[in-house]
C-alpha cells in the first residue's frame, strides 16, 4: 500500500495509468489493482477526478490489447490450450455478439482474460474491440469511484471514522467481495451461456453467488463460535 502512494503521488495520473497497464497486461493475472483503486479515487475532484478515470480507462484497455495480441499469436498454433477451448467453440459459432461481451466483460470486475485471449485467437476486428473494451473499462472505472465514495462516506460521514482506518476497511471489504467474484466458476457460467443462453447464465452467477455468501457466513459464524468456546 505505501509503496502504491509512493507511486501515485510521484507519478500521478501516469502512475493510476501505469497500476492500470500492468495489471491488465498479464495474462490470467489476479492483481486486484481496482482493490486499491477503489479508496483513492475519491480524493480527486473536478477534472482530476476525470483524468484519473480516463488515465486508468486507457492504461486497462491497452493493457488488455497486450492480452489481445497474445491470443492472436495463438491463433497461428494448430493446438490451442483446453483452458480456452470451449469458449474459442462459442465465439466461432457467435460472431456478432462478441463486440456485446466484450464490453459486459470489461465493465465488471471479474476473470476476463478467458474470453479476450479467444477473441483474439479468433482474429476478432481489433478496432471494434478496443472500442468496446474501452467503454467497459470505463464503466468499472466509474463503477469503481462510485463504490469507492460509498464507502467512504459511510466509513468517514456516518461512522465518523477516521481516513487512516476507513481506507484500509474499504480495501478489506473490497477483497471480500473480489475474493467472493473470483470464486465464481467463470467457466461453468460460458458453458451455460452457450448451452441455455444469457438468463440461465444469469441465474447461474446468483446462485453461485448466494452459495459461496452462505459458505462464507457459515464459516464466519464457525469462528466466532470457536473463539466464544475458548473464552
Not at 205 to 215: A, F, G, K, W
Amino acid at each position: 500500500m505505501e509503496l502504491l502512494m509512493e507511486l501515485l503521488s510521484k507519478w500521478s495520473f501516469l502512475g493510476l495509468f501505469l497500476l492500470a497497464f500492468a495489471s491488465n497486461a498479464i495474462p490470467y493475472s489476479t492483481i486486484p489493482y481496482l482493490v486499491f483503486i477503489a479508496p483513492l479515487l475519491p480524493c480527486f475532484t473536478g477534472f482530476e477526478l476525470l483524468y484519473a478515470i480516463l488515465s486508468l480507462a486507457v492504461g486497462a484497455t491497452l493493457g488488455k490489447l497486450i492480452v489481445y495480441f497474445i491470443g492472436r499469436s495463438f491463433g497461428r498454433i494448430k493446438r490451442i490450450s483446453n483452458y480456452t477451448g470451449g469458449t474459442t467453440r462459442f465465439f466461432t459459432k457467435h460472431q456478432k455478439p462478441v463486440f456485446i461481451l466484450t464490453l459486459l466483460v470489461a465493465a465488471l470486475p471479474i476473470p476476463d482474460d478467458v474470453f479476450y485471449i479467444p477473441i483474439g485467437t479468433l482474429g476478432y476486428s481489433i478496432v471494434k474491440y478496443t472500442i468496446a473494451l474501452f467503454i467497459g473499462k470505463l464503466i468499472v472505472t466509474i463503477l469503481t469511484y462510485i463504490y469507492g465514495a460509498s464507502t467512504a462516506f459511510l466509513l468517514e460521514g456516518i461512522a465518523s471514522m477516521p481516513i487512516y482506518l476507513s481506507i484500509p476497511i474499504s480495501i478489506i471489504v473490497t477483497i471480500i467481495l473480489y475474493w467472493i467474484i473470483g470464486k465464481i466458476d467463470w467457466n461453468n457460467v460460458e458453458n451455460v451461456f452457450i448451452e441455455k443462453g444469457s438468463l440461465m447464465a444469469f441465474i447461474y452467477i446468483l446462485n453461485s453467488l448466494m452459495y459461496i455468501v452462505s459458505e462464507l457466513a457459515s464459516k464466519f459464524i464457525m469462528l466466532l463460535k470457536k473463539i466464544i468456546a475458548r473464552r
